[in-house]
Nanobody, 116 residues
Framework: QVQLVESGGGLVQAGGSLRLSCVAS????????MGWFRQAPGKQREWVAT???????IYADSVKGRFAISRDYAKNTVYLRMNSLKPEDTAVYYC??????????WGQGTQVTVAS
């Protein structure tokens, strides 16, 4: 089994920063892509950013230039550094990992609230 534990969410003023972390544990030999999604109240879950197995990153247009995704391969951890936060970034943020053979896994979510 694979478990994902997220941390780092919280309340921040507009313009502020947060860093989210997601640690994958369990029977893991290797991880393909790792990413972040978010879901705001009353809205569908949307993709935010992905980093693949060789470190290539891609971002949703809404966060490009403000958010940075990174990973620690040795620790099976993915990070999301969020700068210049806006009230519209308020959402529950979920990490997502793709593990060969096992498939796709989701974290439990961490709340990010940006006050105006």
């Amino acid at each position: 089994q694979v478990q994902l534990v997220e941390s780092g969410g919280g309340l921040v003023q507009a313009g502020g920063s947060l860093r989210l972390s997601c640690v994958a544990s369990g029977s893991i030999f290797t991880i393909n892509a790792m990413g972040w999604f978010r879901q705001a109240p009353g809205k569908q879950r949307e993709w935010v950013a992905t980093i693949n197995s060789v470190g290539t990153t891609i971002y949703a247009d809404s966060v490009k230039g403000r958010f940075a995704i990174s990973r620690d391969y040795a620790k099976n951890t993915v990070y999301l550094r969020m700068n210049s936060l806006k009230p519209e970034d308020t959402a529950v943020y979920y990490c997502n990992v793709d593990i060969p053979v096992y498939g796709e896994y989701w974290g439990q979510g961490t709340q990010v609230t940006v006050a105006s």
